[in-house]
């Protein structure tokens, strides 16, 4: 059975659909040692698919890990800042296995998914299945009620309007759950209220909350069933 080549190396476990894309873009993959193009399709019992010269083959087992990423490390396998990277929280031979789903922002803690599955990657990065995330924010302002009904609402941002919010309070901290993932949008959002965050904290994707027992810096294996 034929399959888009992009699909086909993230299934493999590989890289994202997206970094599959960025590739084939940039020339480093081949399909029977011709240079493959987006579109171009695949048969995984036939042909042989190389990416950077690596001949691919269909992933061994699919790897599923929720880390409480904390503050103070970048989301990337490199950082040309040489700050510290949360694959340095993984153990070496899971390192090159598995690729972020998602970021959080130097500053955020809280949790992070990373695996090896490219549908499960598509399916919670794509924007039309609009999967929650939570956060815990505490901010350097108390709240009023217009500030948190204007979260709720939507804000105007220059990359445009928010969706609408679920925002409560409890204990002098402010939860909110977004589904869309503009770049550094919740503490964006509180700015544009008048609100100044001290600390951000995602606790929850979807099904999966951060758990209790992971302290910052931790990871434990997961099941897809625990996230959608």
């Given at each position: ?21 960025e590739f084939i873009k940039s020339g480093q993959v081949s399909i029977n040692g011709r240079k493959a193009k987006l ?190």
């Open positions: 059975m034929l399959e888009r080549v992009q699909k086909y190396i993230s299934q493999a476990g590989t890289a994202s659909r997206r970094k599959a894309e579109g171009d399709k695949v048969d995984p019992a036939k042909d042989k698919v190389t990416v950077y010269g690596k001949i691919i083959t269909p992933a061994e087992k699919f790897i599923y890990l929720a880390i409480n990423k904390p503050k103070g490390y970048v989301v990337s396998k490199s950082d040309p800042r040489h700050r510290k990277t949360v694959f340095e929280l993984l153990p070496e031979d899971l390192r090159t296995k598995v690729w972020n789903v998602g970021r959080l922002d130097f500053d955020t803690e809280g949790l992070l998914i990373m695996t090896n599955d490219g549908d499960l990657t598509q399916a919670l990065a794509h924007p039309k299945n609009e999967h929650d995330k939570e956060y815990e924010v505490t901010t350097q302002e108390e709240a009023n009620d217009s500030q948190l009904e204007h979260l709720r609402e939507g804000v105007d941002l220059p990359t445009g309007t928010t969706y609408p919010a679920k925002v409560k309070t409890k204990s002098n901290k402010i939860y909110i759950t977004i589904h869309e993932g503009k770049k550094r949008q919740v503490r964006r959002m509180f700015s544009g209220v008048g609100l100044t965050v001290t600390n951000l904290k995602r606790i929850r994707i979807n099904k999966l909350e951060l758990p209790k027992d992971l302290a910052p810096g931790q990871f434990k294996e997961i099941k897809p069933s625990d996230i959608i």
